[in-house]
Nanobody
Framework: QAQLVESGGGLVQPGGSLRLSCAAS???????MAWYRQAPGKQRELVAY???????DYADSVKGRFTISRDNAKNTVYLEMNSLNTEDTAVYYC?????????WGQGTQVTVSS
């Protein structure tokens, strides 16, 4: 069964940076891949996506601060996050876009706090 494993989260101060990784157990090169996040008490939301041809798009709240990229040879998707603020605190997940129900990983916690 295909798996996604997210990593790279942690505790960071406002204004700091983190780089998240998402490693897939299957080839992803044909798929549009995305990062999602879920903050406490809120619904899961789309943060960014990258197509198979590397077209990208971002939620308005992260434009100019986050960068999504992919390495198909490693079946890995990345999310570079800069200028983090407290509203970025959430569990971050990767998946296809649209998401595949059986493809959710455990996520990685990002906490932005002073």
């Amino acid at each position: 069964q295909a798996q996604l494993v997210e990593s790279g989260g942690g505790l960071v101060q406002p204004g700091g940076s983190l780089r998240l990784s998402c490693a897939a157990s299957v080839s992803i090169f044909l798929y549009t891949m995305a990062w999602y996040r879920q903050a406490p008490g809120k619904q899961r939301e789309l943060v960014a996506y990258i197509t198979s041809t590397r077209t990208t798009d971002y939620a308005d709240s992260v434009k100019g601060r986050f960068t999504i990229s992919r390495d198909n040879a490693k079946n890995t998707v990345y999310l570079e996050m800069n200028s983090l603020n407290t509203e970025d605190t959430a569990v971050y997940y990767c998946n296809r876009r649209p998401p595949a129900a059986g493809f959710w990983g455990q996520g990685t916690q990002v906490t932005v706090s002073s």
